[in-house]
């Protein structure tokens, strides 16, 4: 994995010569590692072995990659039920890193990374930044969380591998993340979307023009849903490219999709993660276009094997394999939400990305909104709380209200109250994930 192959411009670069075999060296490797994990997991891990003999499966029963839907899912439920250490399938001493997530809605997750997980997790974020034009002449901003959040440390192994200069600036001081992003001269910033727009803006209070005073030519953003319509206004707020990067905790962390320049879609490494899309009531797979919930089986995590992780994350597979980039990976489509953040407002769903790509259409509007759904004389209700940029007069909200009321009226097909707040009025978590919803149904 480690060979940078001959560079010929940006668009063409490769980091791992896979990412451009043909789809039977692809499917090949695939195979192989598919019946490694499988048969990992069976013999090393009591949690997997128990389920399996429960379903009438061994792992001479994986033959084809088809055969993967023999195996029954693995949920976040079965990594709470088995904390700390039950699904780890290794020695304890063979276990170099550990890390959580913050275990709000229950037990945290615990997940667990070997020597040789950590080269895998480096190697692959490497081959992400470099995709998303990284390389040992930048300097990495990393904007992200470094404790038990993946998003730090992922970046961070990535630069180093790449050899560029990594700067483990985590969240929170903003303003000094300013001064330092200016000072440093740095030219990536990895971050959560939502950061990018709020640096803006304490940017903005401090006078500093992130034009003409920033060296930065491009963000590496993910870990929250986020839409085309942010991504425009970011890139041009700070005259950048933005890129989307995908992967979860239980996937290493950041780094297990990314997307190309051609910025259609993600490219999922597929050497190390097989995808399936899955319908999210029945469990059965779906045709590619179709969306549904994004179920993944690493296949080279040693530490902690996982078959058929339900991610609940909602996407869909691209029909076709070839790409602009020349990458003949498969892709995914941007993660459009999660399966349990559908909202069903009087019968029709909706995701909280199609409400934040109406509202940023709007000139005047900031990406700092959140969605109230309520009961009234037993309709639902929807209320909207958006936060007007700063530079937008307060005579000008109420006109800024009915503009974005009757654009979402087409898209909810219901009438919802729309508030336009002063910039500061909603709470927000500095550099973490925001809660867009509050369903007050519940
Ligand atoms: O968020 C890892 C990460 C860090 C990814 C930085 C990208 C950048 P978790 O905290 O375990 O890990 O949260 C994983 O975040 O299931 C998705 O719901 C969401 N998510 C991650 N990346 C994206 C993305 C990190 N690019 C959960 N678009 C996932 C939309 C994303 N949602």
């Known amino acids: 994995m480690e060979t940078l192959a001959k560079s010929i411009g940006k668009t063409t670069r490769f980091f791992d010569p896979i990412e451009t075999a043909s789809r039977e060296a692809i499917t090949k490797v695939k195979l192989e590692r598919l019946k490694w994990t499988v048969k990992h997991a069976y013999e090393n891990n009591p949690f997997y ?26 949920r976040k439920r079965h990594l709470r039920e088995n904390y700390p250490y039950g699904m780890i399938s290794v020695p304890l001493e063979e276990i170099v890193e550990l890390h959580a997530s913050s275990g709000t809605t229950g037990k945290p997750t615990v997940v667990a990374y070997t020597r040789g997980d950590l080269e895998n997790w480096g190697s692959l974020m490497a081959r992400t930044m470099n995709m998303q034009g990284v390389s040992s002449r930048d300097i990495v901003y990393v904007a992200l969380g470094y404790h038990w959040f993946t998003g730090g440390l992922g970046f961070h192994y990535g630069g180093l591998r790449l050899g560029a200069t990594v700067v483990p600036a ?19 910033i990895a971050a959560v979307p939502n950061y990018m727009i709020r640096l803006a803006e304490v940017a903005g209070e401090m006078g500093v023009d992130l034009k003409r005073d920033m060296e930065v030519h491009t963000a590496l953003l993910g870990a929250e849903t986020w839409t085309e319509e942010m991504r425009s206004r970011i890139e041009s707020i700070w005259g950048i490219d933005a890129y989307d990067v995908y992967g979860m905790s239980e996937l290493y962390g950041p780094g297990a999709a990314g997307e190309c320049h051609v910025h259609d879609g993600l490219h999922v490494w597929e050497d190390h993660y097989l995808v399936e899309i899955v319908d999210p009531k029945t469990g059965e797979p779906l045709e590619p276009e179709e969306r549904g919930v994004l179920v993944v089986t690493p296949l080279t995590h040693k530490a902690m094997p996982l078959l058929r992780y339900w991610t609940n994350d909602i996407a869909f597979l691209y029909d076709s394999t070839s790409c602009d980039c020349g990458r003949s ?14 909202l069903v407002i009087n019968g029709v769903n909706v995701f909280p990305s199609s409400i934040e790509t109406v509202l940023l259409k709007e000139e005047g509007v900031s990406p700092n909104y959140r969605v109230i759904v309520y009961r009234e004389s037993g309709l639902d209700k929807l209320r909207l709380e958006a936060e007007a940029d700063e530079n937008v007069p307060k005579e000008k909200y109420k006109a800024l209200e009915r503009l974005v009321q009757n654009r979402l009226k087409e898209v909810l097909l219901m009438n919802p109250r729309v508030e336009v707040l002063e910039p500061g009025s909603i709470d927000r978590v500095d550099g973490g994930k925001v809660k867009r919803i509050i369903d007050l149904r519940k």
């Open 49 to 74: 072995r128990r389920t399996m003999k429960q379903h009438g499966i061994t792992p001479s029963n994986i033959k084809t990659l088809s055969d993967i839907t023999k195996l029954p899912f693995t």
């Open 170 to 188: 985590g969240t929170g001081y903003t303003r000094r993340n300013i001064t330092m992003i200016r000072d440093l001269g740095a030219t990536v």
């Open 329 to 342: 990976m498969q892709r995914i489509g941007r993660i459009t939400g999660r399966a349990d953040d559908m």
